[in-house]
């Protein structure tokens, strides 16, 4: 008996080690494909996947002190050959790139992929006493961009990188006409061009020479629940909705709305949170004329700032067509300590600003939003029309005349109470569920 199982655990022992050393197969009895090593096969009806560890990383150029188990030596935290090429998942929602797999490449951490591959910027309004107005998320980048171009610092320097290009989307997205669900329409590209089209709107096809590209009865449903006016979240404590008219209704997301699951198009209401607010229920500051003369408009009442931008830099006076600007959004408190700090403009925010440095360098402040001049296409005549020198974001409320509101800008305008003809093609900036 004990012969035996001797000589089992030798056999057991051998069949280890010669396999240890070859090519291994986990989840089914087939043999590994050529070329791998490990081949995590399901061929045995075995279902599952590769599940990396969860790590939080703080910072992207030194590994955890504490990980795997074991504490890692400091030096070994900033380079680390001996682990390039280890795949993690990070956890931390606060990095550039937010949460999803990341590369370790013996020097950084670098973003893979997973997860939403950004951190959503977060509008909120706290300045209401015995208000309740809930936080609003915000896309990083208008629909139909580069989503790897997902932080305004990243926008702002390729704009002010590479050349002036109408039909470039990596910033500026597509262009949407309102109430539609396909996306295939909205590309600044797109030559199907249809005039004067009537019913059922076909993919890919914008129709020009018609102000509202759908007249059914239930227009009002497409990107909303029936909204004939912004919403309006100012009510006392508790959440209730303050029904200052007979039309304000929690938001929805319908069928049509052409956002990405967990995201859709933003009321009235919402854009104006980002610097229009005003406490008085029922009442908004809608509109606002920036002066040329000043790089920047301070919304008093909200507490943002919102800066004008050509090239990367804070720019005074006025954005031509044909050139790449937009409006950077910061919170106030975030500005005005990176002014105090020196380097950027003087004190007052008045005056001319000392343009050495740029806005998307790593120790210049971190904006909440980048809203680029990307322009519109013309419901008239189906052509682009206005990049650089404007912007157009759809909200998904609507007018009883059948138009729809959006966020308007110039560089001397800013205006979140703009109507405008459905059948025209403007940006959409979508928020989170």
Not at 163 to 180: A, C, I, M, T
Not at 288 to 310: D, F, H, M, Q
Not at 421 to 427: M, N, Q
Request: glycine content about 12%.
């Amino acid at each position: 008996m004990k012969k035996n199982f001797l000589f089992a655990s030798v056999a057991i022992y051998l069949s280890i080690v010669s396999y240890s050393t070859a090519q291994v197969t986990i989840g089914g009895k087939n043999p590994p494909k050529p070329g791998t090593i490990l081949d995590l096969n399901s061929a045995d009806g075995i279902r599952g996947g590769l599940l990396p560890s969860h790590v939080k990383i703080t910072d992207l150029k030194r590994i955890p002190k504490i990980f795997g188990g074991v504490t890692i030596d400091s030096v070994k935290q900033d380079v680390n050959h001996e682990l390039t090429g280890m795949i993690v998942y990070n956890t931390n929602s606060n990095l550039d790139d937010g949460k999803g797999l990341y590369l370790w490449d013996g020097d950084n951490w670098c973003y893979v992929g997973g997860g939403l591959g950004f951190s959503a910027p977060v509008v909120e309004v706290t300045h209401c006493p015995g208000m309740f107005v809930p936080s609003v998320t915000f896309m990083p980048y208008n629909l139909g961009a580069d989503a790897t171009l997902n932080t305004p610092k990243k926008q702002m320097e390729y704009l002010a990188t590479n050349p002036f290009n109408e039909k470039d989307e990596r910033v500026y997205g597509g262009l949407y006409q309102w109430g539609r669900k396909d996306l295939k329409h909205g590309s600044r590209s797109n030559v199907k061009l249809i005039k004067g089209q009537t019913g059922s709107p076909v993919d890919g096809e914008f129709y020009y020479e018609r102000n509202n590209w759908y007249n059914g009865s239930s227009a009002e449903a497409l990107w909303g629940n029936g909204q004939l006016v912004s919403y309006d979240w100012k009510s006392a404590a508790g959440g209730a909705v303050y029904n200052g008219t007979a039309y304000y209704q929690k938001p929805v997301k319908t069928d049509n709305d052409p956002c990405p699951a967990g995201w859709r198009v933003p009321t009235q209401d919402e854009w104006e949170r980002t610097g229009f607010y005003d406490c008085t229920p029922g009442k908004t500051i809608e509109h606002v004329s920036p002066s040329e003369n000043k790089y920047y408009y301070e919304a008093t009442v909200s507490g943002w700032i919102w800066v004008r931008v050509k090239a990367g830099k804070p720019f005074t006076g006025t954005w031509a067509n044909n050139e790449d600007g937009g409006w950077a959004v910061y919170e106030k408190t975030v500005w005005d300590a990176a002014i105090a700090q020196g380097g950027y403009f003087d004190p007052q925010r008045t005056g001319k600003p000392d343009f050495k440095k740029l806005l998307y360098v790593s120790d210049a402040p971190s904006p909440l939003l980048f809203l680029p001049t990307a322009g519109c296409r013309l419901f008239s005549s189906g052509l682009v029309s206005n990049t650089g020198g404007s912007g157009f974001y759809w909200s998904s409320s609507i007018t009883n005349g059948g138009s729809s509101y959006n966020l308007s800008f110039t560089n001397a305008m800013i205006d979140a109470s703009s109507v405008s003809s459905r059948g025209s093609g403007f940006s959409i900036r979508c928020v989170k569920e």
